[in-house]
């Protein structure tokens, strides 16, 4: 084989190899979601963050506006703090709600935010006031539970009579 | 005479511990020296270039079709486990996930060991035992810069080609059998693929690895070749300890490095 063969087949090689890691990079990857777009952050309190993780989609709507950047531990008031970077094309008025929510009934939790009605828009740096906590399941039974048995005693006692 | 006996299998056990260690030293001054004298090979591209084309281009064919395999094996057996749970729309990630964590760079190097590891050792160790090398440093020429090193550097270079070209291949298996043949929604398998796999954490620490494992396949295979005594049971010898000391390798290493880049960044 002559050399320039070889030279064509080694070119056709690399820019292969090279369109492959592109490929990787910009269709399995996430490399064009939001990385390069403006963003403003927002900090939220939480009681109960559930299983929130850094990076998680922050909705509204059901759109994705903004990412979840850091999730700390406040030691003043016990709660977590989460810092969300929002799109700068997506402006919410002050008083919007953030809740923890969870897409599909074992799916990954998400911020939603709903929108208030107050005239004045989020900047950076602001605190979200309005925020409700993740449904922990646990809770969530042992709360139904001690319904089930407010509900069961007088009826039980009822039979026996 | 129970004594003597132990000591005697004392001595054989201290003497085989050192011959590996005097080896492996060997082997880093060798890599040293190479790495030291590897301005022939880049200043004449050339030489590096020829040794792209027999390490990389000549193992395309084999990396492509054993990558289309891999995914569409994967997208099968995924899509049996996955749909039990409900949850066949998570197929691409799957896929996408474990080829370009794991699968990609350990089974692209495991082949590129075979099918170039294996020539690079027999070509250098058959110079040596037809005194070509020899032949060379009577002419002055430097043998580990004009012969080793090119072949080095020409592995090192295509392994992370060779390891992205399997991934992407691997996903294009997976696609065509996720989507075409057993029908999961194509829009599911791309954007939870999208939402769920990383550029740093999960890409870029794959072609970490498949870097890493270039050298040490390359690196093994160099050595072996110019190591290996100078018979034709010597070059034989040689050449299946490269394929299986880089296999061990690759398989370590990848122990290592997962357990460096993918449970020390989990808690963040």
Do not use: C
């Not at chain 2, 990396?63 to 395999?69: A, E, R, Y």
Request: net charge neutral.
């Amino acid at each position: 084989m002559n050399r320039s063969a070889i030279d064509l087949w080694v070119g056709v090689f690399v820019v292969a190899g090279i369109a492959g890691l592109l490929f990787l990079a910009l269709k399995v990857g996430n490399l064009a979601s939001f990385s390069t777009s403006q963003v403003y952050q927002v900090q939220a309190k939480f009681a109960n963050i559930g299983g929130l993780k850094a990076r998680a989609p922050v909705k509204s709507a059901g759109v994705v506006v903004g990412r979840v950047a850091d999730i700390r531990f406040d030691n003043e008031s016990y709660e977590a703090i989460v810092t969300i970077n929002l799109g700068y094309e997506y402006q919410f008025p002050r008083d919007t709600t953030a809740k923890i929510l969870t897409s599909g009934i074992l799916g990954e939790q998400y911020v939603g935010l709903e929108a208030g009605g107050d005239g004045v828009m989020l900047k950076n740096g602001d605190r979200l006031r309005l925020t409700q906590s993740a449904v922990v399941l646990e809770n969530l039974i042992s709360q139904f539970l001690f319904n089930k048995a407010a509900e069961g005693k007088p009826e039980a006692k009822e039979p026996a009579k | 005479m129970r004594i003597a006996d132990l000591s005697a299998r004392l001595e054989r056990l201290g003497s085989a511990v050192t011959a590996h260690v005097w080896r492996l030293g060997f082997a880093s001054r060798f890599l040293f020296y190479l790495v030291m004298h590897s301005g022939t090979a880049l200043r004449r591209f050339r030489l590096t270039i020829a040794e792209i084309y027999f390490a990389g281009v000549l193992s395309l064919i084999i990396i492509l079709v054993s990558g289309l395999f891999v995914g569409m094996v994967l997208a099968l057996q995924g899509y049996e486990t996955l749909q039990r749970f409900g949850a066949s729309e998570s197929l691409g990630v799957l896929v996408a996930l474990s080829l370009v964590r794991e699968l990609g760079p350990v089974v692209a190097g495991l082949l590129f060991a075979s099918r170039a590891g294996s020539a690079i050792t027999a070509e250098i160790g058959l110079m040596k035992a037809t005194e070509q090398l020899s032949a060379m440093e009577m002419m002055a020429v430097d043998p580990i810069a004009r012969v080793v090193a090119p072949r080095f550097w020409g592995g090192v270079l295509s392994m992370p080609l060779l390891a992205a070209l399997f991934s992407a291949m691997g996903i294009f298996g997976g696609y065509i059998v996720g989507v075409q043949l057993i029908g999961v929604d194509a829009g599911a398998f791309w954007s939870q693929m999208q939402a769920a796999v990383d550029l740093r954490n999960d890409i870029l620490n794959g072609v970490i690895k498949s870097v890493v494992f270039g050298i040490a396949v390359t690196w093994i295979a160099v050595f072996e070749g110019y190591d290996a005594p100078p018979t034709a049971e010597g070059v034989s010898r040689a050449t299946t300890r490269t394929v299986v000391t880089s296999s061990l390798a690759i398989l370590a290493l990848d122990f290592i490095l997962t357990a460096l880049m993918f449970t020390g960044g989990t808690h963040q």
